[in-house]
Protein backbone atom coordinates (compact mmCIF):
# COMPACT_ATOMS: atom_id res chain seq x y z
CA UNK A 1 0.00 0.00 0.00
CA UNK A 2 1.40 3.55 -0.47
CA UNK A 3 0.01 7.32 -1.15
CA UNK A 4 1.98 9.86 -2.42
CA UNK A 5 0.79 13.56 -2.08
CA UNK A 6 1.94 16.53 -3.56
CA UNK A 7 -0.33 19.66 -3.99
CA UNK A 8 -0.88 23.22 -3.40
CA UNK A 9 -4.51 25.10 -3.01
CA UNK A 10 -4.16 29.11 -2.67
CA UNK A 11 -7.48 30.88 -0.35
CA UNK A 12 -7.85 34.23 0.20
CA UNK A 13 -4.90 34.84 2.41
CA UNK A 14 -3.52 31.34 2.79
CA UNK A 15 -1.47 28.93 0.58
CA UNK A 16 -1.73 25.18 1.50
CA UNK A 17 1.39 23.84 0.22
CA UNK A 18 1.37 19.88 1.15
CA UNK A 19 4.45 17.02 0.41
CA UNK A 20 4.43 13.56 2.01
CA UNK A 21 4.53 9.90 1.27
CA UNK A 22 3.12 6.59 3.33
CA UNK A 23 3.79 3.26 2.89
CA UNK A 24 2.38 0.53 5.23
CA UNK A 25 0.91 1.89 8.63
CA UNK A 26 -1.11 4.90 10.41
CA UNK A 27 0.30 8.24 9.36
CA UNK A 28 -0.40 10.99 11.17
CA UNK A 29 -0.77 14.74 10.62
CA UNK A 30 -0.55 17.18 13.55
CA UNK A 31 -1.08 20.77 13.97
CA UNK A 32 -2.92 23.52 15.13
CA UNK A 33 -6.81 24.49 14.01
CA UNK A 34 -6.97 25.93 10.67
CA UNK A 35 -3.52 24.58 9.27
CA UNK A 36 -5.19 22.55 5.86
CA UNK A 37 -5.38 19.23 7.73
CA UNK A 38 -8.80 18.64 6.87
CA UNK A 39 -8.34 20.43 3.60
CA UNK A 40 -5.83 18.03 3.01
CA UNK A 41 -8.24 15.26 4.11
CA UNK A 42 -10.75 16.39 1.60
CA UNK A 43 -8.40 16.95 -1.67
CA UNK A 44 -7.26 13.13 -1.04
CA UNK A 45 -10.95 12.19 -1.04
CA UNK A 46 -11.42 13.65 -4.15
CA UNK A 47 -14.17 16.18 -1.97
CA UNK A 48 -12.02 19.39 -2.72
CA UNK A 49 -9.66 19.93 -5.67
CA UNK A 50 -6.04 21.43 -5.11
CA UNK A 51 -5.16 24.38 -7.70
CA UNK A 52 -1.99 22.14 -8.74
CA UNK A 53 0.04 18.98 -7.90
CA UNK A 54 -0.29 15.09 -7.81
CA UNK A 55 -2.01 12.42 -5.72
CA UNK A 56 -0.91 8.72 -6.39
CA UNK A 57 -2.51 5.65 -4.36
CA UNK A 58 -1.14 2.25 -4.92
CA UNK A 59 0.33 3.52 -8.32
CA UNK A 60 -3.32 4.57 -9.48
CA UNK A 61 -3.00 8.91 -10.33
CA UNK A 62 -6.08 10.27 -8.63
CA UNK A 63 -5.26 13.95 -9.14
CA UNK A 64 -2.38 15.54 -11.39
CA UNK A 65 -2.94 19.11 -12.52
CA UNK A 66 -0.45 19.09 -15.46
CA UNK A 67 -2.42 16.05 -16.90
CA UNK A 68 -5.74 17.14 -16.25
CA UNK A 69 -6.49 13.87 -14.32
CA UNK A 70 -9.08 14.34 -10.97
CA UNK A 71 -10.55 11.16 -10.06
CA UNK A 72 -14.41 11.66 -8.89
CA UNK A 73 -14.90 10.66 -5.22
CA UNK A 74 -17.05 7.97 -5.75
CA UNK A 75 -14.41 6.43 -8.17
CA UNK A 76 -11.60 6.69 -5.48
CA UNK A 77 -11.87 3.45 -3.21
CA UNK A 78 -11.04 6.26 0.18
CA UNK A 79 -12.63 6.02 3.47
CA UNK A 80 -13.70 9.12 4.79
CA UNK A 81 -14.55 9.01 8.75
CA UNK A 82 -15.95 12.92 9.32
CA UNK A 83 -15.96 14.52 12.60
CA UNK A 84 -19.90 14.19 12.73
CA UNK A 85 -19.49 10.63 11.19
CA UNK A 86 -22.00 11.86 8.36
CA UNK A 87 -24.60 9.36 8.49
CA UNK A 88 -28.03 9.71 7.47
CA UNK A 89 -30.12 10.90 9.88
CA UNK A 90 -33.44 9.56 8.36
CA UNK A 91 -32.19 6.40 7.33
CA UNK A 92 -32.00 3.46 10.28
CA UNK A 93 -28.27 1.85 10.89
CA UNK A 94 -29.42 -1.09 8.78
CA UNK A 95 -30.01 1.38 5.96
CA UNK A 96 -27.00 3.39 6.21
CA UNK A 97 -24.91 0.17 6.23
CA UNK A 98 -27.09 -1.32 3.49
CA UNK A 99 -26.37 1.71 0.74
CA UNK A 100 -22.73 0.42 0.23
CA UNK A 101 -23.66 -3.18 -0.11
CA UNK A 102 -24.19 -4.17 -3.40
CA UNK A 103 -26.61 -7.35 -4.50
CA UNK A 104 -29.59 -8.50 -3.16
CA UNK A 105 -31.55 -7.68 0.15
CA UNK A 106 -31.14 -10.82 1.40
CA UNK A 107 -27.65 -10.55 0.90
CA UNK A 108 -27.13 -7.71 2.08
CA UNK A 109 -29.18 -8.60 5.42
CA UNK A 110 -25.87 -11.78 6.21
CA UNK A 111 -23.44 -9.03 5.74
CA UNK A 112 -24.93 -5.94 7.91
CA UNK A 113 -25.69 -8.89 11.16
CA UNK A 114 -21.74 -10.27 10.18
CA UNK A 115 -20.42 -6.38 10.81
CA UNK A 116 -23.08 -5.34 13.47
CA UNK A 117 -21.49 -8.52 15.41
CA UNK A 118 -18.00 -7.89 14.71
CA UNK A 119 -18.54 -3.97 15.77
CA UNK A 120 -20.79 -4.83 18.69
CA UNK A 121 -23.94 -3.16 17.61
CA UNK A 122 -26.09 -6.51 17.52
CA UNK A 123 -29.39 -5.09 17.98
CA UNK A 124 -29.32 -1.86 16.74
CA UNK A 125 -29.98 -1.93 13.01
CA UNK A 126 -33.37 -0.73 13.12
CA UNK A 127 -32.48 2.66 15.66
CA UNK A 128 -31.78 6.23 14.27
CA UNK A 129 -28.52 7.70 14.39
CA UNK A 130 -29.76 10.13 16.87
CA UNK A 131 -31.19 6.74 19.30
CA UNK A 132 -27.52 5.62 19.59
CA UNK A 133 -24.26 7.20 21.63
CA UNK A 134 -21.63 8.65 19.92
CA UNK A 135 -19.51 5.67 20.60
CA UNK A 136 -22.13 3.39 18.97
CA UNK A 137 -22.22 6.66 15.65
CA UNK A 138 -18.60 6.18 15.60
CA UNK A 139 -18.80 2.07 15.36
CA UNK A 140 -21.90 2.32 12.45
CA UNK A 141 -19.16 5.06 10.66
CA UNK A 142 -16.34 2.39 10.61
CA UNK A 143 -18.26 -0.38 9.62
CA UNK A 144 -19.99 1.59 6.79
CA UNK A 145 -16.35 2.63 5.58
CA UNK A 146 -15.33 -0.62 5.45
CA UNK A 147 -18.43 -2.65 3.67
CA UNK A 148 -17.04 0.06 0.86
CA UNK A 149 -13.86 -1.78 0.59
CA UNK A 150 -11.50 1.04 0.82
CA UNK A 151 -7.58 1.25 -0.32
CA UNK A 152 -6.79 3.89 2.09
CA UNK A 153 -8.94 5.23 5.18
CA UNK A 154 -8.75 8.73 6.32
CA UNK A 155 -10.14 10.00 9.89
CA UNK A 156 -10.57 13.45 10.32
CA UNK A 157 -10.14 14.48 14.11
CA UNK A 158 -12.00 11.58 15.22
CA UNK A 159 -12.39 11.71 18.50
CA UNK A 160 -12.86 15.77 18.97
CA UNK A 161 -16.35 15.99 19.14
CA UNK A 162 -16.24 13.31 22.49
CA UNK A 163 -15.96 13.59 26.57
CA UNK A 164 -12.96 11.84 28.24
CA UNK A 165 -14.36 8.96 29.54
CA UNK A 166 -15.93 8.15 26.24
CA UNK A 167 -12.33 9.37 23.95
CA UNK A 168 -10.50 6.79 25.92
CA UNK A 169 -12.79 3.90 25.52
CA UNK A 170 -13.00 4.56 21.84
CA UNK A 171 -8.97 5.02 21.39
CA UNK A 172 -9.04 2.06 22.12
CA UNK A 173 -11.61 0.60 20.06
CA UNK A 174 -10.16 2.67 17.61
CA UNK A 175 -6.27 1.39 18.00
CA UNK A 176 -7.79 -2.60 17.71
CA UNK A 177 -9.34 -1.28 14.33
CA UNK A 178 -6.48 -0.17 13.14
CA UNK A 179 -4.61 -3.26 13.74
CA UNK A 180 -7.53 -5.88 11.72
CA UNK A 181 -7.92 -3.11 9.04
CA UNK A 182 -4.22 -3.61 8.24
CA UNK A 183 -3.93 -1.23 5.06
CA UNK A 184 -2.83 2.29 5.31
CA UNK A 185 -4.50 5.04 7.39
CA UNK A 186 -4.23 8.56 7.29
CA UNK A 187 -5.11 10.36 10.61
CA UNK A 188 -5.90 14.40 11.21
CA UNK A 189 -5.34 16.04 14.64
CA UNK A 190 -4.03 18.72 16.68
CA UNK A 191 -3.63 16.13 19.53
CA UNK A 192 0.10 15.63 19.94
CA UNK A 193 -1.35 12.51 22.23
CA UNK A 194 -3.51 11.07 19.53
CA UNK A 195 -0.93 11.34 16.99
CA UNK A 196 1.77 9.23 19.32
CA UNK A 197 -0.57 6.69 20.31
CA UNK A 198 -2.05 5.80 16.80
CA UNK A 199 0.58 6.69 13.95
CA UNK A 200 3.91 5.34 13.85
CA UNK A 201 4.77 8.06 11.19
CA UNK A 202 3.96 11.63 11.27
CA UNK A 203 3.71 15.17 9.48
CA UNK A 204 3.86 17.82 11.24
CA UNK A 205 2.10 20.80 9.54
CA UNK A 206 1.81 24.32 10.08
CA UNK A 207 0.37 27.99 8.48
CA UNK A 208 -0.94 25.55 5.39
CA UNK A 209 3.12 23.75 4.84
CA UNK A 210 4.29 20.51 5.94
CA UNK A 211 7.31 21.13 7.57
CA UNK A 212 9.00 17.52 8.10
CA UNK A 213 8.13 14.30 8.00
CA UNK A 214 9.61 10.96 10.16
CA UNK A 215 9.32 7.93 12.67
CA UNK A 216 6.84 9.78 15.45
CA UNK A 217 8.80 8.75 18.36
CA UNK A 218 11.88 10.31 16.48
CA UNK A 219 10.11 13.51 15.99
CA UNK A 220 8.79 13.91 19.46
CA UNK A 221 12.67 13.07 20.91
CA UNK A 222 14.45 15.59 18.52
CA UNK A 223 11.56 17.97 16.33
CA UNK A 224 14.69 19.75 14.54
CA UNK A 225 12.62 23.12 14.40
CA UNK A 226 10.99 25.06 17.19
CA UNK A 227 7.37 25.21 15.27
CA UNK A 228 8.07 21.17 15.91
CA UNK A 229 9.11 21.59 19.10
CA UNK A 230 5.93 23.88 20.10
CA UNK A 231 3.79 20.97 18.06
CA UNK A 232 4.89 18.10 20.08
CA UNK A 233 4.49 19.99 23.25
CA UNK A 234 7.48 21.35 24.61
CA UNK A 235 5.97 24.95 26.27
CA UNK A 236 10.16 25.78 27.42
CA UNK A 237 11.74 27.08 24.21
CA UNK A 238 14.77 29.78 24.23
CA UNK A 239 16.46 31.55 21.67
CA UNK A 240 20.43 31.27 21.98
CA UNK A 241 23.32 33.17 21.55
CA UNK A 242 25.81 30.02 20.33
CA UNK A 243 29.32 30.65 22.31
CA UNK A 244 31.18 27.51 21.67
CA UNK A 245 30.34 23.80 19.91
CA UNK A 246 28.93 22.20 23.11
CA UNK A 247 27.77 26.28 24.71
CA UNK A 248 24.88 28.47 24.79
CA UNK A 249 23.64 31.35 25.65
CA UNK A 250 19.51 31.20 26.53
CA UNK A 251 18.37 34.52 25.86
CA UNK A 252 14.62 34.01 27.48
CA UNK A 253 16.23 32.43 30.51
CA UNK A 254 19.12 34.50 31.20
CA UNK A 255 21.51 31.11 31.66
CA UNK A 256 24.47 29.75 29.95
CA UNK A 257 24.10 25.84 28.95
CA UNK A 258 26.37 23.32 28.01
CA UNK A 259 24.90 20.47 25.87
CA UNK A 260 25.50 16.81 24.82
CA UNK A 261 24.65 17.48 20.86
CA UNK A 262 27.37 19.85 19.00
CA UNK A 263 25.72 23.08 18.26
CA UNK A 264 25.10 23.71 14.25
CA UNK A 265 26.12 27.09 12.92
CA UNK A 266 21.83 26.89 11.83
CA UNK A 267 20.51 26.51 15.60
CA UNK A 268 18.60 29.26 16.70
CA UNK A 269 16.80 27.89 19.51
CA UNK A 270 17.10 25.33 22.35
CA UNK A 271 14.08 23.79 23.74
CA UNK A 272 13.47 21.42 27.46
CA UNK A 273 10.33 19.55 28.05
CA UNK A 274 8.97 20.18 31.56
CA UNK A 275 8.88 16.56 33.03
CA UNK A 276 13.09 15.86 31.87
CA UNK A 277 14.14 18.72 33.86
CA UNK A 278 15.58 17.80 36.92
CA UNK A 279 14.81 19.23 40.52
CA UNK A 280 18.44 19.71 42.71
CA UNK A 281 18.74 20.76 46.02
CA UNK A 282 22.22 22.70 45.48
CA UNK A 283 23.86 24.86 42.61
CA UNK A 284 25.97 22.98 39.47
CA UNK A 285 26.29 22.94 36.04
CA UNK A 286 23.31 23.39 33.75
CA UNK A 287 21.57 24.89 37.57
CA UNK A 288 19.05 27.08 37.83
CA UNK A 289 17.69 29.00 41.08
CA UNK A 290 14.13 29.48 40.68
CA UNK A 291 11.88 32.00 41.46
CA UNK A 292 8.49 30.49 41.84
CA UNK A 293 5.62 32.12 40.08
CA UNK A 294 2.68 29.68 40.06
CA UNK A 295 1.48 25.59 40.89
CA UNK A 296 -1.32 24.20 38.63
CA UNK A 297 -1.99 20.30 40.21
CA UNK A 298 -3.96 17.99 37.88
CA UNK A 299 -5.21 15.03 38.85
CA UNK A 300 -2.17 13.00 38.69
CA UNK A 301 0.43 15.34 37.94
CA UNK A 302 2.00 18.77 39.52
CA UNK A 303 2.64 22.20 36.80
CA UNK A 304 5.18 24.33 38.67
CA UNK A 305 5.69 27.79 36.39
CA UNK A 306 9.34 29.77 37.63
CA UNK A 307 11.55 32.31 36.48
CA UNK A 308 15.50 32.39 36.85
CA UNK A 309 15.81 33.19 40.66
CA UNK A 310 18.74 35.34 39.77
CA UNK A 311 17.45 37.36 36.72
CA UNK A 312 14.24 39.58 37.16
CA UNK A 313 13.17 39.69 33.46
CA UNK A 314 13.79 36.06 32.75
CA UNK A 315 11.15 34.39 30.91
CA UNK A 316 8.90 31.36 32.60
CA UNK A 317 9.49 28.27 32.59
CA UNK A 318 7.43 25.00 33.23
CA UNK A 319 8.33 21.90 35.58
CA UNK A 320 6.04 18.68 35.34
CA UNK A 321 6.57 16.59 38.64
CA UNK A 322 4.60 14.34 40.71
CA UNK A 323 2.31 15.88 43.10
CA UNK A 324 4.32 14.34 45.70
CA UNK A 325 7.06 15.58 45.49
CA UNK A 326 8.34 18.83 46.87
CA UNK A 327 8.78 22.36 45.00
CA UNK A 328 12.85 22.23 44.55
CA UNK A 329 15.32 24.98 44.96
CA UNK A 330 17.11 24.33 42.16
CA UNK A 331 16.50 22.96 38.40
CA UNK A 332 19.03 21.26 36.20
CA UNK A 333 18.68 21.33 32.19
CA UNK A 334 19.91 17.71 31.62
CA UNK A 335 22.29 18.12 28.91
CA UNK A 336 21.17 15.01 26.89
CA UNK A 337 18.00 16.35 27.23
CA UNK A 338 18.63 20.17 25.31
CA UNK A 339 16.87 20.03 22.13
CA UNK A 340 18.61 22.01 19.57
CA UNK A 341 16.56 23.99 17.02
CA UNK A 342 16.42 25.64 13.62
Known amino acids: MALQVDISKKFSGFHMKVEFEMDGGCLGILGASGCGK ?21 DRVLFDSRKGINVPARDRHIGYLFQNYALFPAMTVEDNLGIVIPGKKTEKGRVIDEILQRFQLSGLKKRYP ?13 ARMLLSTPEVILLDEPF ?9 ILQNEMLEF ?8 LMVSHSRDEIYT ?13 LLQGNTRDIFQNPGTMEAAR ?3 C ?6 ERLGDYELYACDWNIRLKTAERIRETIRYIGIRGHTLIPVSQPGENTMKIRL ?8 ERQVIFHNGEEKDSKQIWLIQDKKEDIPLFIQFPKEEILLLS
Open 160 to 168: SALDGFLRD
Open 130 to 142: SQLSGGQQQRVAL
Open 235 to 240: KNISAI
Open 38 to 58: SMTLKCVAGIEKPDKGRIVLN
Open 231 to 233: LTG
Open 178 to 185: IRDYGKDV
Open 293 to 300: RGVTDTPF
Open 198 to 210: FCNQMVVMSEGKS
